[in-house]
């Protein structure tokens, strides 16, 4: 179902979440993102009834529930600690929504071959939830969730606890879940990677209020505020001024000058995403490549890339593909070339208002 939250206006103690506008459509797989303490897990437990609207309307499927219980909304919740009652076995903690919800006993038992089958747990049943492991246990919450047939599922972190490799199957277990049952789900995280492999659209909130609603590629590629663009790891954000020199638009600040591709003069901030930079010894005749010269400050290995601190002066962050450093191999000190496209660079005027 669609969930609609128009002009939402939380207060917990002294948090405020302000003027939340947002429709997640039906079926969609919405990611809320922000860094801790930005009011995720507010707005998700409002979502869910959990706390109080002071103003605002909350509507599910063209029904407003901004005033109704949480057990009559339709909606279920899976948090980060998984919640699991420990002196219930897996069977028992399944099954817990469901003895809830007024079904008969057939009811009950056929909702619940059907979830045991979805998740696989059928020999977990027996078990408490302190014998299961972190997959196990998200398994075991999802499996309660989803049970109910809820209208719409709300995920609060929930594969921020689990190790690397549980985490990406976790992962692709919720893709397919969802490609499978459609539900309208909204999952919180603090995880860029995260939200871009899992959502349909992305919604980047901080510091009480939503910044930025749109695709993965919307927010990674065209990010509307310095906050968002720091938030997604965007690193080079440079003040300055757009201005025409011998035909071209250049932008120049923070000791730094690149050609930009432009429409108007003017105050703005460039992003400069630390990907679309490449380092090389000598210029290449490309055409609408900036090139700027630098001295390695730092070199970073992260493992499959490693990014490159250039002082230009301005610091610019650049990531490399291990297969390129081979070749480079550059050490603190080296002057270098920094490569990046003039279409590459994003222009934020929105930051000078």
């Given at each position: 179902?669609?969930?609609?939250?128009?002009?939402?206006?939380?207060?917990?103690?002294?948090?405020?979440?302000?003027?939340?506008?947002?429709?997640?459509?039906?079926?969609?797989?919405?990611?809320?993102?922000?860094?801790?303490?930005s009011g995720k897990t507010v707005l998700l437990e409002t979502i869910a009834g959990l706390h109080r609207v002071k103003s605002g309307t909350i509507t599910l499927g063209g029904r407003e529930i901004t005033s109704t219980p949480p057990e009559g909304r339709g909606?279920?919740?899976?948090?980060?600690?998984?919640?699991?009652?420990?002196?219930?076995?897996?069977?028992?903690?399944?099954?817990?929504?469901?003895?809830?919800?007024?079904?008969?006993?057939?009811?009950?038992?056929?909702?619940?071959?059907?979830?045991?089958?979805?998740?696989?747990?059928?020999?977990?049943?027996?078990?408490?939830?302190?014998?299961?492991?972190?997959?196990?246990?998200?398994?075991?919450?999802?499996?309660?969730?989803?049970?109910?047939?809820?209208?719409?599922?709300?995920?609060?972190?929930?594969?921020?606890?689990?190790?690397?490799?549980?985490?990406?199957?976790?992962?692709?277990?919720?893709?397919?879940?969802?490609?499978?049952?459609?539900?309208?789900?909204?999952?919180?995280?603090?995880?860029?990677?995260?939200?871009?492999?899992?959502?349909?659209?992305?919604?980047?909130?901080?510091?009480?209020?939503?910044?930025?609603?749109?695709?993965?590629?919307?927010?990674?590629?065209?990010?509307?505020s310095e906050f968002v663009a720091r938030f997604t790891m965007a690193k080079n954000i440079f003040h300055g001024v757009v201005s025409k020199r011998h035909g071209n638009m250049v932008f120049a600040g923070d000791g730094i000058?690149?050609?930009?591709?432009?429409?108007?003069?003017?105050?703005?901030?460039?992003?400069?995403?630390?990907?679309?930079?490449?380092?090389?010894?000598?210029?290449?005749?490309?055409?609408?490549?900036?090139?700027?010269?630098?001295?390695?400050?730092?070199?970073?290995?992260?493992?499959?890339?490693?990014?490159?601190?250039?002082?230009?002066?301005?610091?610019?962050?650049?990531?490399?593909?291990?297969?390129?450093?081979?070749?480079?191999?550059?050490?603190?000190?080296?002057?270098?070339?920094?490569?990046?496209?003039?279409?590459?660079?994003?222009?934020?005027?929105?930051?000078?208002?």
């Open positions: 179902m669609t969930l609609t939250l128009d002009r939402v206006h939380i207060e917990v103690g002294d948090f405020a979440v302000r003027d939340i506008g947002l429709t997640v459509n039906d079926g969609e797989y919405f990611v809320l993102l922000g860094p801790t303490g909606i279920s919740i899976v948090y980060q600690d998984y919640a699991l009652f420990p002196h219930l076995t897996v069977a028992g903690n399944v099954a817990f929504g469901l003895s809830c919800g007024g079904r008969t006993k057939s009811e009950i038992s056929e909702a619940m071959d059907w979830v045991v089958a979805l998740f696989g747990i059928g020999l977990l049943l027996h078990r408490k939830p302190a014998t299961l492991s972190g997959g196990e246990r998200q398994k075991v919450a999802l499996a309660r969730a989803l049970a109910t047939k809820p209208a719409v599922i709300l995920l609060d972190e929930p594969l921020s606890a689990l190790d690397p490799e549980t985490r990406e199957s976790l992962q692709q277990e919720l893709r397919g879940l969802h490609a499978m049952l459609k539900t309208t789900t909204i999952h919180v995280t603090h995880s860029f990677e995260e939200a871009i492999a899992l959502g349909d659209r992305v919604g980047v909130l901080g510091q009480g209020r939503l910044h930025q609603v749109g695709t993965p590629t919307e927010i990674f590629s065209r990010p509307n000058a690149f050609n930009v591709v432009a429409q108007e003069e003017g105050p703005c901030c460039a992003v400069v995403r630390p990907e679309v930079v490449s380092i090389s010894a000598q210029p290449e005749s490309l055409e609408g490549t900036n090139y700027i010269s630098g001295t390695v400050a730092d070199v970073i290995d992260k493992g499959p890339v490693c990014s490159i601190i250039l002082e230009v002066p301005a610091r610019l962050d650049c990531l490399v593909p291990r297969a390129s450093m081979e070749n480079l191999r550059p050490e603190p000190g080296e002057t270098l070339l920094a490569c990046f496209k003039a279409s590459a660079i994003h222009l934020l005027r929105e930051e000078l208002r």
